[in-house]
């Protein structure tokens, strides 16, 4: 159980001003510098650290990840964690593995419950409150997905599904915390259509963020790499979604 501390959130005006541009153009691009307020370096590190012991998916594509989620219950600040961890997407979102219900480890108890991983969620929790993507008098599911797109010079990693798409989930936050030197792309993609692409951002700094809404389509490119010892791409997806 968390309880959603008012004064861990980072400042109001902020939290709007983000929660506006999202609700207008369906994604809002979140500086690093708001995550990092409340935290330390050494703290961001130890993170980092955790994505080394994430067990592949079983799906492939590079990716190694967690998956647990909180449920909050209706006017409800109490995030509860849910015993049940399986992953669905429908087909019509994800038209690779959408269909079927996907199993994941559970993320560690000290990536969850470490104070910048909770700091996050209260933040976005907020954020999301503002946008009204989801029906707060109903249950809300807040997911988090922990992935290393691991990849070698032979060996690139990329999303599922690979190219233009929604997510089920009517909002998404994509965390960066660590992004090899030597990887080549990982750049994330917003376009209005499937033929019309508007921008590409290349999240480099621990803690930036970008947050998706489903007025827009969004994919990241393949993660590569020419150097011989490998690369890595490693991001939070926090999502927040109704039963």
Do not use: C
């Amino acid at each position: 159980m968390v309880q959603v501390s008012k004064t861990q959130k980072n400042s109001t005006s902020d939290i709007a001003n983000y929660a506006s541009y999202l609700k207008e153009n369906g994604y809002s691009y979140i500086p690093a510098e708001f995550y990092q307020k409340k935290t330390t370096d050494d703290e961001v590190r130890e993170l980092q650290l955790t994505y080394d012991a994430l067990k592949a998916d079983p799906k492939g594509g590079g990716r190694y990840r967690a998956h647990s989620r909180y449920i909050l219950a209706p006017d409800s600040d109490t995030l509860e964690l849910d015993p049940d961890n399986g992953y669905f997407q429908s087909k019509e979102y994800n038209y690779d593995d959408g269909g079927i219900v996907r199993k994941f480890d559970k993320i560690s108890d000290e990536f969850l419950q470490h104070p910048v991983t909770q700091q996050m969620i209260h933040s976005n929790v907020e954020m999301a409150r503002q946008t009204n993507f989801v029906d707060w008098g109903k249950e809300v599911i807040v997911g988090l997905h922990q992935v290393r797109y691991q990849v070698t010079p032979d060996a690139p990693s990329y999303s599922s599904p690979i190219w233009l798409h929604r997510d089920d989930e009517p909002l998404v936050f994509v965390h960066l915390f660590q992004l090899s030197e030597d990887a080549i792309g990982g750049d994330n993609l917003i376009a209005p259509s499937v033929k019309q692409i508007d921008k590409v951002l290349r999240l480099t700094d621990p803690l930036e963020t970008l947050a998706l809404g489903q007025k827009v389509f969004h994919a990241v490119t393949p993660v590569g790499t020419a150097n011989a010892d490998g690369a890595h791409r490693d991001i939070l997806l926090v999502t927040f979604s109704n039963r």
